[in-house]
């Protein structure tokens, strides 16, 4: 069973235009919750996560995440897209805290 | 500087050649997971080490054995690796103190390829 589903494998968006990034979970326990980002030919990092607390989580780069439970959603947003936000990203989630699953990525454009 | 390494950063071989991708961080980190990317699947966990001597299987552990004898180092072992085993590779690790919740580190990841 997918635990987590990102929505849309290739997004584009103009230059300053907003980013919204769709990552939904299947559980009725809320998880551990992530966003990393990968940009070419590197490994994976953190841009935020959310652990139980706020549910506005605050990342990296400008980015920002909402936790809604009842939607079982965690989209990532920024609110103007910048050329050097190009890259893949990957929502994951874990339940136990040592299992974990990943989406299968969104890869995002940005047009000048 | 903190970090996670991983060699080789490539690999070609051939079906049934016995390999092993190295894995060691330096950030004393209890936690260390290997993963593969594979295009359209994201990543998938295949086994995953909560210290010493403690491991277990992630979603897609077939073909693939690991140890942990020392907490700075995970190598992944494949025994006899197969064409369906190419993909791109990645070691993990982070804190673990008992709860979830932490930020992995993400080595620069390993492509094997398996003709």
């Known amino acids: 069973a997918q635990s987590v589903t990102q929505l849309g494998s290739h997004v584009s968006v103009s230059e300053g235009a907003l980013v919204l990034l769709r990552c939904n979970y299947s559980?009725?326990?809320?998880?551990?919750l992530f966003w990393y980002v990968q940009y070419p030919n590197q490994g994976l990092q953190l841009l935020l996560k959310y652990t139980s607390a706020a549910t506005l989580v605050k990342g990296i780069n400008g980015f920002e995440a909402e936790f809604k439970k009842s939607e079982t959603s965690f989209h990532l947003t920024k609110p103007s897209a910048h050329m050097s936000d190009a890259a893949e990203y990957f929502c994951?989630?874990?339940?136990?805290?040592?299992?974990?699953?990943f989406g299968t990525g969104t890869s995002l454009t940005v047009i000048p | 500087e903190a970090q996670v390494t991983q060699n080789p950063r490539y690999l070609i071989t051939v079906t049934g050649k016995k390999l092993t991708v190295t894995c060691s961080q330096n950030?004393?980190?209890?936690?260390m997971s290997w993963y593969r990317q594979d295009p359209g699947l994201g990543l998938r966990q295949i086994y995953y080490?909560?210290?010493?001597?403690?491991?277990d299987k992630g979603d897609v552990p077939e073909g693939y054995k690991v140890s942990r004898k020392e907490k700075r180092n995970f190598p992944l072992i494949l025994e006899s690796p197969s064409p369906n085993q190419t993909s791109l590779y990645f070691c993990?690790?982070?804190?673990?103190?008992?709860?979830?919740?932490?930020?992995?580190?993400f080595g620069p990841g390993t492509r094997l390829t398996v003709t």
């Open positions: 994951a989630v874990s339940f136990t805290g040592n299992q974990f699953y």
């Open positions: 080490s909560m210290n010493v001597e403690v491991t």
């Open positions: 559980s009725s326990v809320p998880p551990y």
């Open positions: 993990a690790s982070s804190p673990y103190l008992g709860t979830g919740g932490y930020e992995q580190y």
């Open positions: 950030m004393n980190h209890e936690y």
